[in-house]
């Protein structure tokens, strides 16, 4: 079970380096600073994943995105409900 969970983590984490690259943030940092958190924090996310299910819901609230859209293996993240 941790393997799964950690495998939908890494997804969460490519998700949302492509759902930074294609906003209006386009880096890490300035993502990082606009949501509030250390640029570090945005990295790890970025390069382990997110297992926190409230930290998804944050990310998901804070593009306007469905948080299935966070979840989902497809290669492009829809920035729209």
């Known amino acids: 079970m941790t393997q799964n969970r950690t495998d939908l983590g890494k997804v969460?984490?490519?998700n949302l380096r492509r759902l930074i690259k294609g906003?209006?943030?386009r880096t890490q940092a300035?993502?990082?600073y606009a949501f509030g958190v250390d640029e570090r924090t945005v990295r790890r996310?970025?390069?382990s994943g997110i297992e926190k299910v409230y930290i998804i819901d944050e990310i998901?609230?804070?593009f306007k995105i469905?948080?299935?859209n966070l979840l989902s293996e497809?290669?492009?993240v829809s920035p729209f409900l």
Do not use: L, P
Request: hydrophobic share 50%.
């Open 12 to 14: 969460v984490g490519a």
């Open 23 to 25: 906003s209006a943030y």
């Open 30 to 32: 300035e993502f990082a």
């Open 45 to 47: 996310w970025v390069s």
């Open 60 to 62: 998901a609230h804070f």
């Open 66 to 68: 469905d948080r299935m």
């Open 74 to 76: 497809r290669e492009e």
